[in-house]
């Protein structure tokens, strides 16, 4: 377990920086660099002050957005050493290394290869080894250095890295307690009821006997290969070689597991820390290593910024984070003939997979069926390659025309002049585009109470639907917002029409 602290690091020739925020009425330091530091400057003092000590600070304003992006891209690059990363705010990250020590040959050669590679981005680390999350970032952020006995240093931590508020802490202070070990000599009970109970679980956290798992940012693949190169690669084409290999080894583990993947992504990491996404989705569960790899260089092809290898990838894995069953398959019968639909089912997913792939996942899209009776509530667009979702269409009688049409106005256009039978009858005649319109035939109605379970604090207007054809053989599906029971003068929509 580690935990890490960027700092920008700044040579002694350069004039010192500090961060600042807003804090009531005054502008007070938020961060500051090494430089800053060693001239005496601290967290909490007066922008005012800061510039009387040192006049020539150079001053930003702090952006926390702009630090959590950058703690993010951080904790993207350290995939590479375990997938259980997750963050710590403002300026830390946990990485759950068990059974992952072993490609490094240990802790200490892993934590040094961390340090290595962030100190060519300029960011300097305070890391530490814990037993639990809480452990290790307590002794990152205030031992200083890795402790040899874990427990000992621990004890010997100031009681702010319990991680209470300031309250709790300045009254542990008061009350004579500067250390961990000061508070855990006390009873946890006395403990629990003078500081509160969150000052006691802290205890728990840093003795060990409370453990609460991290929550990676990432969940972990299902399937996952990596091959890593002593030397950094650095052409597109052998990276793409790679990756051919890479869904080789994934497509044998699929079919072990009678398995095919849906979501692919390769993940490649720069030797400078970058870190270039590549994925794929299709719209059927597939072991084809021939039509990932098209799908890939569709992507390729589609991005904004071509894939760049600065000075080359050494690490290149390939994450199966959808997989669903895949069974056997006969493309054709005994003669040759081929299945009923096969090819052609084939050749529409591909199509789909591959123009998602080119034009994005959210601009091919399809319709799906919604658990709902209101007309223009009763299906989705959803992504083409998003898994099919659970409903079947309603089909019409063989030989009748469909009950409802396919383009639905959104919202209904509003219908004027409408001449009916009354109290519930059909139109004979109405109002629409200025052009007045004479009912040859309607059929009807079709009659859709509201969703009252979903609005318990008014009445919805019951909805009498019409399929009807004018004089001129035009077909509309209009419907009236309500009974005469209900209101005293409905409302005609036409809600859409018909081929």
Not at 127 to 146: S, Y
Not at 197 to 213: F, K, S
Not at 252 to 260: F, S, T, V
Request: hydrophobic share 45%.
């Amino acid at each position: 377990m580690r935990a890490t602290r960027p700092h920008l690091f700044v040579g002694q020739d350069e004039a010192p920086i500090a961060f600042t925020t807003s804090v009531g009425n005054a502008v007070r330091l938020a961060a500051v660099d090494l430089a800053a530091a060693r001239l005496g400057l601290q967290v909490g003092l007066t922008l005012a002050d800061a510039r009387a000590r040192v006049p020539e600070l150079e001053v930003h304003p702090q952006d926390d957005h702009a630090d959590l992006d950058w703690l993010e891209r951080l904790a993207d690059g350290c995939v590479r050493y375990t997938p259980s990363v997750a963050l710590d705010p403002p300026n830390g990250l946990v990485l759950d290394i068990a059974g992952c020590v072993h490609a490094f040959e240990g802790e200490r050669p892993l934590a040094a290869d961390v340090e290595a590679r962030l100190a060519r981005r300029g960011v300097l680390v305070r890391h530490a080894f814990g037993d639990t999350p809480e452990v290790a970032c307590a002794l990152a952020r205030f031992a200083g250095a890795p402790a040899p006995d874990e427990k000992r240093a621990v004890r010997r931590l100031p009681v702010a890295a319990l991680g209470l508020d300031e309250d709790a802490t300045g009254a542990l202070a008061r009350a004579g307690l500067k250390t961990v070990g000061d508070v855990m000599t006390r009873s946890l009970a006395t403990i629990a009821a003078r500081f509160g109970e969150a000052a006691a679980t802290a205890v728990r956290r840093l003795n060990g006997e409370v453990h609460r798992p991290i929550a990676p940012r990432v969940s972990m693949a299902p399937i996952a290969v990596e091959r890593r190169f002593a030397e950094p690669i650095a052409r597109t084409d052998y990276a793409l070689e790679v990756i051919a290999a890479l869904a080789d080894d994934a497509a044998r583990q699929l079919g072990e597991r009678h398995q095919g993947g849906r979501r692919w992504e390769v993940r490649l990491f720069r030797a400078d820390g970058q870190v270039q996404r590549l994925r794929v989705e299709t719209g059927q569960p597939t072991r084809d290593t021939a039509l990932l790899m098209r799908l890939f260089r569709e992507r390729i092809d589609a991005l904004a910024d071509p894939l760049d290898p600065g000075f080359g990838y050494d690490l290149i894995r390939l994450d199966i984070a959808l997989a669903e069953t895949l069974g056997a398959s006969q493309l054709k019968l005994e003669g040759g003939k081929l299945v009923q639909g096969s090819a052609e089912d084939a050749g529409m997913a591909e199509l789909v997979d591959r123009l998602s792939t080119r034009l994005g996942r959210e601009r091919v899209r399809r319709f799906a069926p919604r658990d709902s009776h209101i007309p223009e509530q009763a299906e989705l667009m959803l992504p083409a390659a998003a898994p099919p979702r659970v409903g079947n269409w309603p089909v019409p009688a063989a030989g009748e025309p469909p009950l409802r049409p396919i383009y639905l106005f959104d919202p209904p256009q509003r219908i004027e002049q409408v001449m009916h039978e009354v109290p519930d009858g059909p139109p004979r005649r109405f109002r629409w585009r200025r052009t007045v319109h004479e009912v040859a035939r309607a059929e009807g109605p079709e009659r859709i109470a509201g969703e009252w379970w979903r609005r318990h604090d008014a009445t919805i207007p019951t909805r009498d639907y019409y399929r009807i054809e004018d004089r001129r053989g035009r077909r509309l599906w209009i419907f009236r917002h309500g009974l005469y029971a209900e209101q005293d003068d409905p409302a005609w929509y036409v809600h859409g029409l018909f081929a």
